[in-house]
C-alpha cells in the first residue's frame, strides 16, 4: 500500500481555452479532445509534453462526467503532465453558435472564393479560413442540434 502512496499520478488537466478577445476556458478536467493538424488526439492526465497545431474542428473536454462541445479554430496546442494551455483565433462554445450568422459569413467566404482572380493571396487565404471556420461551427451546431 506504501509504494501506491508514493506515487505522484495527476488525475485532472488544468485546460485553458485563450483566443485574442478572452480566456474562454479556465479550470480543471479529465481529458480533452483536440484537432489537430495530423488528426483528433485525446490528451488524459499524465501525458507526455507536445506542443501541435490546431485546426478548425471540434475541440471537446470532459469535467465531471460532462461532456461540453465548442467549435476551434487556428491555433496551436501545448500540452503537459498536469497542462492544457489551447491558444486559437475561435473557440465557440455549442450554445453560443447562432447558425444564422455562421451561415452568412459561409455565404460571404464562398462569394469571396469566387473572385480568387480579384484577390491578393493575403484575402484568398483568409476567405478560405473563415470558410472553413463556417464550416466547423455549422457541422457542430447541426450534428449535436437537440430534436
Do not use: C
Amino acid at each position: 500500500m506504501a509504494r501506491h502512496a508514493s506515487l505522484d499520478l495527476v488525475h485532472m488537466i488544468h485546460l485553458q481555452i485563450i483566443t485574442p478577445e478572452k480566456i474562454v476556458f479556465d479550470d480543471e478536467v479529465d481529458q480533452v479532445t483536440l484537432p489537430t493538424t495530423t488528426g483528433e488526439i485525446t490528451v488524459l492526465p499524465n501525458h507526455i509534453p507536445l506542443i501541435t497545431s490546431i485546426e478548425p474542428g471540434e475541440l471537446i473536454y470532459k469535467k465531471s462526467q460532462k461532456f461540453t462541445r465548442m467549435a476551434a479554430g487556428f491555433g496551436f496546442a501545448q500540452i503537459s503532465a498536469q497542462n492544457a494551455k489551447i491558444l486559437v483565433d475561435l473557440a465557440a462554445p455549442e450554445e453560443e453558435l447562432e447558425e444564422k450568422a455562421i451561415e452568412e459569413a459561409r455565404k460571404k467566404a464562398e462569394e469571396a472564393l469566387k473572385q480568387k482572380h480579384l484577390l491578393s493571396e493575403e484575402e484568398y487565404a483568409t476567405a478560405a479560413a473563415t470558410l472553413q471556420k463556417a464550416l466547423v461551427q455549422l457541422k457542430i451546431k447541426r450534428r449535436h442540434r437537440r430534436v
